[in-house]
């Protein structure tokens, strides 16, 4: 076969393309020859002068501004460069670049927002997350209307929100979050209806959710936690239908679950928690069949467990509610993590049966197990480690299991426990434990110290069957996250509850050190024993940063805990003998099985009786606990036997 070549085509491409090249070079020449805009070359300089920083060599060619990395296609969210601005240069026929994205991320800039800053008003992203910002936030912001994406998160802003933000309706992405503001939200966030992505959590806001709320139908992710919003969860939060993920918790508002909730048929990720007076069920959630995060802790949520539940949901929280019933057939899916811990179920003492970790019945409301005196009077416990026996003889149980986004564990002795919720979802791979092999300074047990459990949420510890009274506890912690050669930028900040009491608010592991990382660090606390259990509850309510050095780098550590009694203790303090329960356990099954076959043998024996009508000899057989025997009885004996009905008087030989 043979293939004919169209020339004059090929001309045409080849000339269509050389047209094409010299447009692109003729852009290209254009841009190296347009410069910054010189208002906004001034104030660039003015905003950098006052925070102390410097203009990068990759985007500040030869004193342009608008040059290199500001106006290639490198990404603006480049970790490598920072400081960034990145230009549009097709102003003014290719000859006036603007500068249209600005980015002064995590660079500890200190001081307020220069107000020069919003007469940039060809911004449409601007990115000063995690730095020191303080003062208000200006009302100014309103002159950046072409703005899409903005972001304060994780500074020190104060004041009010301003109103002004209403104005920017382009806005796809809003984010103050982790600041010191004050006051209301403002209705006027209402007018933003192009808005996606809404996070405002830790940003110190109180009142009701705006009303005007109800028209913001494009959000697809929303983050309120951790502040002081109050009033009921609002009914139009279900016509936000392209929701994927939501986070509500940690708030003032109350319940219950509304149930548009049921509308939200999109979302991936749910974690609604801490609601006061809810009294829901969960059947809000049939139509979710896209969820794969299901966090609903502390809700006050009744009723029973569905029957089935979407193949894709695999973390499930559900602990510290009201549900109660028996465990439907799903909860043994492989891979399934399921906290259910601090409810009414009925499970029994090997919870194993249904393919949950045993204890599951230990850890229910009232914490049943070893109630009443009580069998223990301490624990110790080597947080995400091995047993260890430290300088002052004190063996800590090790506690070295694998936990995930929803998991408990009791130990077999049901002496202590320890549940774990939340999800590391900014994490490629998600640690529970951390290690190090560095010396700890502060401590003569320094292996103590060089393991800890972690969690982005909430971290129980529990001592199960402690005889009632006052008890010592010690929590040990070392922060070994943040090198120390990395300055200060990092920052794990929770919360420290014992016996459901705020005994610490925004601890700071390293801050307490000193400032400084591998170094031992120990609380104590004093506290009543009164039903036989101490909870230790560490929370993340969303301070500190997030992300340094890695993503998922938050959240409750500890290295150790133990409690001591305050008082002369009455009980034991030891295990139960699980051999001698399996022993006792066997005689049993040994002695039954002797008396059926006992019992057999003397149907058989009478039965065989009644038809020869005879007895060898004067004996009969008698049954007793310690086996079988011949007794030789008088025939007066046999009589009064009879008269007695322990023998039939129809076998007695005459």
Request: net charge positive; proline share 4%; glycine share 8%.
């Amino acid at each position: 076969m043979k293939f004919m070549v169209d020339f004059s085509s090929l001309g045409l491409a080849c000339a269509w393309y050389a047209v094409c090249v010299s447009v692109l070079v003729e852009i290209a020449a254009a841009q190296s020859k347009a410069t910054t805009d010189q208002y906004e070359v001034n104030v660039l300089n003015s905003i950098f002068q006052k925070w102390r920083l410097s203009e990068s060599k990759n985007w500040n060619i030869s004193g342009e501004p608008c040059s290199g990395v500001a106006i290639d296609d490198s990404p603006f969210t480049n970790q490598n460069y920072n400081p960034l601005i990145k230009c549009d240069c097709s102003f003014n026929g290719g000859s006036t670049c603007h500068i249209t994205q600005l980015k002064i991320f995590q660079l500890n800039v200190v001081g307020p927002i220069p107000e020069e800053l919003w007469t940039l008003t060809y911004l449409n992203n601007l990115d000063l997350r995690q730095n020191s910002l303080t003062g208000n936030l200006s009302s100014s912001i309103g002159n950046l209307t072409r703005l899409q994406y903005v972001s304060f998160g994780q500074n020190a802003l104060s004041g009010k929100v301003p109103k002004e933000i209403g104005k920017l309706t382009e806005l796809k992405s809003l984010a103050f979050g982790t600041n010191n503001f004050s006051g209301p939200l403002p209705d006027e966030i209402g007018n933003l209806l192009k808005l996606e992505q809404l996070y405002i959590a830790s940003s110190g806001v109180s009142g009701p959710i705006p009303s005007t709320f109800a028209n913001l139908q494009n959000l697809q992710t929303v983050w309120i936690f951790d502040t002081e919003l109050s009033g009921k969860v609002p009914d139009f939060i279900g016509n936000w239908t392209k929701l994927t993920a939501l986070r509500l918790y940690g708030n003032a508002l109350d319940g219950p679950i509304p149930s548009t909730f049921s509308n939200l048929t999109s979302l991936v990720d749910l974690r609604l928690s801490d609601l006061p007076n809810g009294g829901s069920s969960l059947e809000f959630l049939k139509n979710m069949k896209s969820l794969s995060n299901l966090f609903l802790g502390n809700n006050k949520l009744t009723g029973a467990l569905p029957s089935e539940k979407s193949a894709s949901l695999l973390n499930i929280d559900l602990s510290y509610n009201e549900l109660s019933g028996s465990l439907p057939s799903w909860v043994s899916q492989q891979n399934l993590q399921l906290n259910l811990v601090a409810n009414n179920f009925i499970v029994g003492r090997s919870s194993s049966s249904n393919g949950l970790p045993s204890g599951l019945n230990c850890l229910q409301q009232s914490f049943p197990c070893n109630r009443g005196s009580g069998r223990y009077y301490d624990f110790a416990i080597k947080c995400g480690g091995p047993q260890i026996r430290s300088s002052e003889n004190v063996v800590f149980e090790g506690d070295n299991k694998t936990l995930g986004p929803a998991t408990y564990y009791v130990t077999e002795s049901e002496r202590w426990a320890v549940s774990n919720v939340g999800l590391f979802a900014e994490s490629t791979d998600p640690k529970y434990t951390t290690s190090s092999s560095n010396q700890f300074t502060n401590t003569l047990d320094s292996e103590l110290f060089q393991t800890a459990r972690i969690s982005p949420g909430s971290l129980r510890y529990y001592g199960l069957g402690l005889e009632n009274g006052n008890y010592a506890v010690t929590l040990r912690f070392a922060e070994m996250a943040f090198d120390p050669n990395m300055g200060s930028h990092g920052r794990r900040v929770f919360d420290i509850y014992i016996q459901g009491v705020l005994v610490i608010k925004n601890f700071d592991i390293r801050k307490e050190a000193g400032g400084v990382s591998y170094r031992a660090v120990q609380k104590q606390f004093k506290t009543l024993v009164s039903e036989n259990y101490l909870e230790i509850h560490l929370f993340w309510a969303g301070k500190g940063t997030c992300c340094v050095p890695a993503h998922g780098t938050y959240g409750p550590s500890v290295s150790a805990i133990s409690a001591t009694p305050d008082f002369k203790p009455t009980v034991s303090n030891k295990s139960p003998d699980r051999n001698k329960n399996k022993n006792g356990l066997i005689v049993g099954l040994v002695l039954g099985g002797t008396f059926v076959c006992l019992a057999a043998f003397l149907v058989f024996y009478l039965v065989a009786g009644r038809k020869s009508r005879t007895i060898k000899d004067d004996g009969i057989l008698e049954s007793c606990l310690n086996g079988c025997r011949y007794q030789n009885f008088s025939k007066k004996k046999m009589m009064k036997s009879a008269d007695s009905k322990d023998i039939a008087p129809a076998n007695i030989r005459k």
